[in-house]
């Protein structure tokens, strides 16, 4: 879903709706597992290794692509070395890279008070977050009108950082409280469809009068709580119909875990995603349907290869020193 909206036109309705939720989704399948105490998923120690190796990696590697590709336009090499590194070293993250640092903060965050407070102070910490990161969006646009585009731009990327990342901790959350009361396991198949369904319209309602907004930027566009609400009832009517597959779900869901991340990184990282787009472009034009299903399959090709040569032989760049045992477990 995410590799779709990046090929998606600003206007299309399908990347208003997808992105209202495709980056939350993952989130809450992240809170859903954590209840289920899946192995390597509740330590802050491993979660830190899991994602904080591959983004000082692929962080590194996106700078050095950046580079080149100013250098090849004759465009300012200093510029964009000084700003990517800020983005790195305050863990904002450069393009899809992001994701690494908030997975990690808003994992360590509620992990942290999920194990120390009683229901109703989470439940107020977490209300707290929220408003906090609200509240933050706020300021950064009253800043951007106010401030020269250097100055903000060294407020922005480390406030925008923790802001999202309090953001976050409600959807791992929300995916907690899923496994914890057993939501949609008590359902009928019958029964996840029809929610599934009329979540995912009532989403899609919200994604038309939300307006432009993206969550990665903290960006919350004309309503920041359509943004949020639209992101958990997204969510969970896509998970309500992930779960109606049944016996597929297991599967499904343990891809999400074991290469979503990697796809998520690497097709924009190594510039796969423009790549795509250029080559479609040669011959459809971009407000099409048909372009971003071909220029999706196109980033496939690159990315499952590439996916496939970073867990199975460069293991090193995604865990770091791990035993083979150890990385064939995650």
Not at 1 to 11: P, S
Not at 82 to 92: G, R
Not at 108 to 136: A, G, P, Q
Request: hydrophobic share 55%; with cysteine; proline share 2%.
């Amino acid at each position: 879903m995410v590799m779709w909206g990046h090929v998606q036109t600003i206007n299309s309705p399908i990347k208003q709706f997808l992105s209202l939720f495709y980056v939350q989704v993952f989130l809450v399948i992240t809170g859903y597992l954590y209840f289920k105490r899946e192995k390597h998923l509740c330590s802050i120690k491993d979660i830190a290794k899991k994602v904080m190796i591959p983004f000082i990696f692929f962080s590194v590697f996106a700078i050095l692509m950046d580079i080149i590709v100013f250098w090849v336009q004759g465009k300012n090499v200093a510029n964009i070395f000084m700003v990517d590194l800020y983005k790195t070293v305050t863990l904002f993250g450069i393009f899809a890279l992001w994701y690494l640092p908030a997975y990690f903060m808003s994992s360590t965050i509620f992990l942290f008070i999920n194990d120390r407070m009683s229901n109703v102070m989470k439940f107020l910490t977490i209300l707290f977050l929220v408003f906090l990161s609200v509240f933050c969006s706020y300021v950064l646009k009253s800043l951007q009108m106010n401030l020269p585009n250097m100055i903000y731009n060294l407020i922005y990327y480390p406030l925008a950082s923790i802001a999202r990342s309090f953001a976050c901790v409600l959807y791992i959350s929300v995916g907690f409280e899923i496994g914890k009361y057993r939501l949609l396991e008590r359902l009928s198949k019958y029964e996840r469809t029809i929610y599934g369904v009329l979540l995912l319209v009532i989403t899609f309602l919200l994604s038309i009068i939300s307006g432009t907004r993206n969550f990665s930027m903290l960006e919350f566009g004309k309503s920041p709580w359509t943004l949020l609400i639209g992101g958990i009832s997204g969510s969970l009517g896509f998970l309500a119909l992930l779960f109606g597959l049944k016996d597929k779900t297991k599967g499904i869901i343990t891809f999400f875990g074991k290469y979503s991340l990697l796809f998520l990184i690497t097709h924009m990282t190594f510039k796969i995603n423009n790549l795509s787009q250029y080559i479609v472009s040669l011959f459809l034009e971009k407000n099409n349907l048909l372009y971003s299903v071909i220029a999706l399959l196109i980033m496939l090709l690159f990315c499952v290869p590439i996916v496939y040569l970073f867990n199975k032989k460069l293991q090193f760049f995604i865990y770091g020193i791990k035993k083979k045992a150890e990385i064939d477990d995650k």
